[in-house]
Nanobody, 127 residues
């Protein structure tokens, strides 16, 4: 059974850091693009970051690009991580990892292209 389990969320003060984990069972993450999305109350789900399957190319939303978030994968642990630094209240949301059904793809920007989803982990940034 294919399953993604995301974890690592919590309450953190502004400027703090968290590392989210997306662990897979039933398939090997190494062959699939893995994306992180987030959804804040009253807002649409938005893509945060993604790592492609074949060449490990990463991309990030403009709001987190370069300066704060880093996506990586550990194939031996069958896990993808999202390291989040310099968090701000605007980062408060439920974060989900997701994977498409097709093997060997690049990243998709639309959430509709992803077939498997984690259950979500809450990130709250507040003083």
């Amino acid at each position: 059974q294919v399953q993604l389990v995301d974890s690592g969320g919590g309450l953190v003060q502004p400027g703090g850091s968290l590392r989210l984990s997306c662990a897979a069972s039933g398939f090997s993450l190494a062959y699939y693009a893995i994306a992180w999305f987030r959804q804040a109350p009253g807002k649409e789900r938005e893509g945060v970051s993604c790592i492609s399957s074949n060449n490990g190319i990463t991309n990030y939303a403009n709001s987190v690009k370069g300066r704060r978030f880093t996506i990586s994968r550990d194939n031996a642990k069958n896990t993808v991580y999202l390291q989040m630094n310099s968090l701000s209240p605007e980062d408060t949301a439920v974060y989900y990892c997701a994977s498409p059904r097709r093997i060997g793809t690049g990243c998709y920007s639309s959430s509709t292209m992803y077939d498997f989803w984690g259950q979500g982990t809450q990130v709250t940034v507040s003083s």
